[in-house]
């Protein structure tokens, strides 16, 4: 089979599986599906579970002027239960109000969003999503672990008048946000390939693989690229170790990731200090309508990575500069100094359920990406 030929087969699986969020059916199946796939390139596949209590929403709404406006939960804030929380709609926020926002999914890593719920006096907080495309595009739950604030909940953009001229007017309203915790357990998807010289420091190769909807162009393009790279490097066999790892939790603050490195707490240090050398194959590789970047502190990883792109076909859009700190799985690497590149797009339909099979992916930016990623591994495990 032709890697384009893979790459489309393996985007359609991922997107026929549902939806991927932690812990759930959908999940459950992506991992099935990755650790299948890997097993037949001849791998030992590793699932490293770890546990988390699910959230399930059992009811969430906005009723406004005896309306109920479908919601839902922001994942690492308190319920309100059954009742729900009353108010007036505010654009600003008091006491007594009911704060209503305007943000995108990327307010969670500009410091907007957590300056908002810590910083302002409100008894709940609506998000109007509010992103390229219409629909309702979640914000990622930082502090899953550690809800914080008021109770609140996403309102899609296109509930974003009848809700914006609610605030105006100060209109009274009801936010309900009930929730109920279930034990459960998810896992991360891992391949260890034993490198001709064990001294040498490891490579991690890394993608997440969960998600809120289908996320098909969010996180295909990384698992083709993941899988792709998986194969180059059995034909090709590594002088140091490279570990794989496919990760769950990445829309609840890297869940997954968080498990992964408390198994290995040396491997985010600089290599001079033991550390490993991070691939991380980030959101919305080869989304349509999107840009690709290189983001790494490293001056040769940048470079390295760059070249193999413009040897594929598809060079980088943007190659951000070594100073800017990532806001995905490689954050904390880089805090600590490590080695890291990463490869991330931008995506019209980020975070929205209507990201699916055919329409948000580019399969031949896709592809390209992934025969410069396949190369790029070989590369950094000689």
């Not at 939960?73 to 108010?87: E, K």
């Not at 954050?331 to 339909?349: F, K, Q």
Request: hydrophobic share 40%; net charge negative; proline share 7%.
């Amino acid at each position: 089979m032709t890697r384009p030929a893979r790459a489309v087969r393996w985007l359609r699986a991922w997107d026929a599986q549902g939806t991927h969020r932690t812990a759930t059916a959908g999940d459950e199946a992506g991992a099935l599906w990755l650790a299948y796939e890997a097993a037949g390139l001849g791998v030992e596949v590793v699932n490293e579970a770890f546990g988390l209590d699910r959230l399930e929403p059992v009811a969430c709404y906005l009723e406004l002027d005896g309306d109920r406006i479908p919601a839902v939960p922001a994942f690492d804030a308190p319920g309100t239960g059954a009742d729900g929380v009353t108010g007036t709609l505010s654009p600003s926020g008091h006491d007594e109000a009911i704060l209503v926002a305007k943000l995108t999914p990327r307010s969670v890593y500009t410091g907007e969003y957590e300056r908002l719920r810590r910083d302002t006096a409100h008894r709940a907080l609506v998000i109007v999503c509010t992103g390229e495309r219409p629909g309702m595009g979640l914000l990622n739950a930082e502090r899953f672990r550690n809800p914080y604030g008021a109770p609140v909940i996403h309102v899609s953009s296109e509930a974003s008048e009848t809700v914006l001229a609610g605030a105006a007017r100060a209109a009274p309203a009801r936010v309900v946000a009930e929730n109920r915790s279930v034990p459960a357990s998810a896992r991360n998807v891992v391949v260890t390939i034993a490198g001709s010289s064990r001294a040498s420091p490891p490579v991690v190769v890394m993608t997440p693989r969960s998600s809120w909807w289908q996320s098909t162009a969010e996180r295909g393009g990384g698992l083709v690229c993941w899988l792709e790279s998986l194969r180059a490097l059995i034909a090709a066999p590594p002088g140091c170790d490279v570990v794989f790892t496919a990760n769950s939790g990445h829309e609840l603050g890297h869940l997954g990731l968080d498990d992964f490195m408390a198994r290995r707490p040396e491997w985010k240090r600089p290599t001079s200090e033991g550390g490993a050398t991070w691939i991380h194959f980030g959101a919305n590789i080869g989304a349509a309508g999107g840009e690709l970047s290189v983001q790494s502190a490293s001056d040769d990883l940048r470079q390295l990575t760059e070249t193999e792109l413009t040897r594929a076909g598809r060079a980088p859009d943007v190659v951000a500069p070594k100073t800017l700190v990532p806001s995905g799985e490689t954050r904390d690497i880089h805090r600590a100094g490590g080695r890291y590149v990463t490869l991330v797009g931008s995506n019209p339909w980020f975070h929205l359920p209507q990201d699916r099979w055919p329409h948000t992916v580019e399969a031949d930016a896709v592809t390209r990406i992934a025969a410069a990623a396949g190369a790029l591994v070989v590369d950094l495990t000689r």
